[in-house]
């Protein structure tokens, strides 16, 4: 069982950045695919993000060349920069192994509005 905390998120402008993090504990942290995901109300949880364990990243047509997923297996943690956000990049933003593990963490809020 992998457990995950998610951080970092907030209230930010239209153009301003944001650096998310999430926090693995529970297993061997190094060995996962990670992923970032974000929920916006009323919609389906999409996945935004991915880095593997060998560190190769993909993304989202939408955030691509905005964000870059990183990770730091020293300290188990896998970030998500966030620069030129958009009013539509606004929801809860979650990370979560590949394949997900079966309990999600609580996911950290990004708003970005003028």
């Known amino acids: 069982q992998v457990q995950l905390v998610e951080s970092g998120g907030g209230l930010v402008q239209p153009g301003g950045s944001l650096r998310l993090s999430c926090a693995a504990s529970?297993?061997?942290?190094?060995?996962?695919?990670m992923d970032w995901y974000r929920q916006a109300p009323g919609k389906q949880r999409e996945l935004v993000a991915t880095i593997t364990s060998g560190g190769s990243t993909s993304y989202a047509s939408s955030v691509k060349g905005r964000f870059t997923i990183s990770r730091d297996n020293a300290k188990n943690t896998v970030y998500l920069q966030m620069n030129s956000l958009k009013p539509e990049d606004t929801a809860v933003y979650y990370c979560?192994?590949?394949?997900?593990?079966?309990?999600w963490g609580q996911g950290t809020q990004v708003t970005v509005s003028s």
């Open positions: 979560n192994t590949k394949p997900p593990a079966g309990r």
């Open positions: 529970g297993s061997i942290f190094s060995i996962y695919t």
